[in-house]
């Protein structure tokens, strides 16, 4: 099997109060995950403009991961299912301008879910290096 | 521009460990704005603060990078330095190296690349950052604690203690709650009438506590320090400042079949009722249900015995309006209904009570005026069976059960047995049970006392079925230490009902956007280190509605929320999370879609004049966000259509700078 050289760039949007806190939680518990994860922390997921995610694929992410409270559980009462709806459409629009579903994903990760968070990356690091470089979305005037 | 420190910390080894700090320093020091980069072994000791602060004035900084652990472990640690160096706090951005860099990539080489990278990410976001000031807001002093238990009344009673005024709000015509309808309390025995009554008549003779007793919350609004709450007091018909509570009405009221709910139904009241004796405010109350006055017009009894004058057929519910600082939240428990468990009988025969039945009937104030008699027959039970666990610890049987341990239940059931085996000798009793848990001071001690020189029963195994035959239960059981199988002719059954919170708290969670767990339980702030703050500002947790609770934990719950109401309401001023959301009025377009969206209501419109480029003045409809009341979530940013709403603090270019930085 091929093995790619090339290390994929994840970029992980994590919300402040569980998914940020659910990453710091992986930490303590020295959970491994990839490096290709890197984490910015938002107020709330809902927080995320879609402008960012495509800013992330036009850089030359491979895979742009949304992290936040469980349905129900938001600490600012509905932001988690604003999130829903939204990438829901933001994903199949990117699906059709062929950015694979799986390079993009929501996840409910609660701040005592660091188990879960660090599957998550794990998993989604797997999926996402399997499918190889992003070149669909990458703008190359950015690599000047 | 900004001229940026960047400060790289060791941690000990926990950093070092798999990061090279120095080569990250080293890289950092090359990225736009930095003018400073160091690396310490612990930044947040006073060394290291001290450090930050000689940079800032040695360089000039006017941002900070701190690359460390979490910033919910130390970013409040170094606002605080930024401040003391003279910076605003805000303008320090923290790359969390530690939780999620070191401490999980156990690599050198991918270590150090990923901590570069965050590094770079938190200069390229400081670089935008602003200096924000939070805003101030008034505390209004007075503290509301929904709910009249023991736990709402001490709560009431420390912050009355320390000056403040308190409103208790509680839904049944007298406070006292769960705690007035016991006989005794484990492991002291002390009798519960005669350690609460004296803290309810506290209650009422204390300046500074309200009571509106038969009243509930109907609306709340604002955010912490600016609660505005609306109270519904229920028309009781009788007017509360005159009424003696001399009984006169009681006695002489004909309609006198109505169940009694203080005696859960055991024994019947009159329309007009005082709860029990020593009911706080002691005032009677109509039940209009049953008050054939109220019902046909026919009857009139009360108005004409009341020496006071104090009936009033004609009164209506009044609504209350009150500002609070802090409100807490004692919305107390239930047990469980009893209809589901048709294994028990409990709708088939009256001689199968839950325990809390059972409690009032050894009560000397109880029905049976504290003679143990069965309900059916009004015989004194000679066999009496103790079934533990109905409904708790079921994970099975989810639909009709709770999953959790009702924590009590073991305990009072060994009081119980303890007491009907003291004052009945003849009588034999049996406890079924799953385990017997007694942590608890003094707890295990009481129940070894009824096992050992009680003589109580207890025995391994769970009740299969309870069925009346003649005047007797039977009741079929397995004893799973002996293997067998136990048929007993019980006179008595007690069910330990699993406990619940109460059908209020669900809607009140609403009202106050409080979260609750999957049981209707509230959520704490932090399970451990913030057990008394629910997740909203300014609503604090006492008693049994955050979780199942003895005595003495209430109580030690209670003065707890109580301590930090008064830690909140002592401050004049309460300082807001500044970053919150702002609108740009120049950009925005009125479309009210963040109007729409806000959780919390902080988006108003108003019209604004604007000079057009003709010279012109025109009026347009813009969004003006309280930054009081935003909480700042961020969801307004999302839709506004034209860019104008954004959020301090986390602004579009600040994280686009970031997403730039890592995809570099």
Known sequence: ?144 | MQRIGVFVCWCGSNIAGTVDVQAVSEALKNEPGVVFSANYQYMCSQAGQNMIIEAVKEHNLTGIVVCSCSPRMHEATFRKTAAAAGLNPYMVEIANIREQCSWVHKDMLTGTEKAIILGKAAVAKVNLNTPLVAGETPVTKRALVIGGGIAGIQTALDIAEAGFPVDIVETKPTIGGKMAQLDKTFPTLDCAACILTPKMVDVAQNENIRIFSYSEVTEVKGFVGNFDVTVKKKARYVNEDICTGCGACVEKCPMKKVPNEFNLNMDNRSAIYIPFAQAVPKVATIDPNHCNMLKNGRCGVCSKVCAAGAIDYKQKDEYIQEKYGAIVVATGFNPISMDKFDEYAYNQSKDVITSLEFERLTNAAGPTAGKLLRPSDLKHPHTIVFVQCVGSRCAACAEKGKEYCSKICCMYTAKHAMLTRDKYPDTEVYVFYIDVRTPGKSFDEFYRRAVEEYGVHYIKGMVGKVFPEGDKLKVQASDLLNNKQLHIDADLVVLAAAIEPDKSARPLATMLTASMDTNDFFTEAHPKLRPVESPTAGVFLSGTCQGPKDIPETVSQASAAAAKVISLLVKDKLKGNPCVASSDELMCNGCSSCERVCPYGAITYEDKEFRMPDRTVAIRRVAKVNPAVCQGCGCCTVVCPSGAMDLRGFANRQIIAEVDAICK
């Open chain 1, 1 to 144: 099997m091929q093995v790619n050289e090339r290390k994929p760039l994840i970029v992980a949007f994590c919300c402040n109060w569980c998914s940020y806190a659910g990453a710091d939680l992986a930490g303590n518990n020295r959970l491994s995950y990839p490096a290709d994860v890197k984490i910015i922390k938002v107020p709330c997921s809902c927080r995320v403009n879609p402008m960012f995610i495509l800013r992330a694929f036009q850089r030359g992410a491979d895979g742009v991961i949304l992290c936040g409270c469980h349905p129900g559980d938001c600490h600012y009462t509905s932001g988690n299912y604003y999130t829903r709806r939204r990438m829901a459409l933001l994903f199949s629009m990117l699906d059709y301008l062929g950015i694979e579903k799986e390079r993009t994903r929501v996840e409910w990760v609660s701040a005592a879910e660091g188990a879960k968070f660090a599957a998550t990356m794990n998993d989604f690091a797997q999926t996402v290096a399997a499918l190889g470089e992003n070149k669909r979305l990458e703008d190359l005037r950015c690599k000047k």
